[in-house]
């Protein structure tokens, strides 16, 4: 099994930044890839962003390309989220996941691993 553990969150002004982290410990893979979502409330789970494990491959939806960016730090086991300009609308629990292999996937059923979430609310 893997654990997953994201940190972060929190209240923000617009206009200010917040870097989400999430570690991950258990099982390993030789090659994954490590996304965030995004679930705003009544809405439906986003991706927000993606990274592959083995050559820093990197993946952003549309609505965060240039605002957000997606890192990783492999000798803590831990991928980052650092969020700039926030807007009301970024407001959201944030997610961490994993899946298996290098190809980088946009769709929430690709991911087998999820941690609990944590919340970033964004006030204007």
């Known amino acids: 099994q893997v654990q997953l553990v994201e940190s972060g969150g929190g209240l923000v002004q617009a206009g200010g930044s917040l870097r989400l982290s999430c570690a991950a410990s258990?099982?390993?893979?030789?090659?994954?890839?490590m996304g965030w979502f995004r679930q705003a409330p009544g809405e439906e789970r986003e991706f927000v962003a993606a990274?592959?494990?083995?050559?820093?491959?990197?993946y952003y939806a549309d609505s965060v390309k240039g605002q957000f960016t997606i890192s990783r730090d492999n000798a803590k086991n831990t991928v980052y989220l650092q969020m700039n300009s926030l807007k009301p609308e970024d407001t959201a629990i944030y997610y961490c996941a994993l899946k298996g292999g290098v190809a980088v996937s946009t769709t929430r059923g690709s991911y087998a691993y999820w941690g609990q979430g944590t919340q970033v609310t964004v006030s204007s």
């Open positions: 990274i592959t494990w083995n050559n820093d491959n990197t």
């Open positions: 258990g099982r390993t893979f030789s090659t994954y890839t």
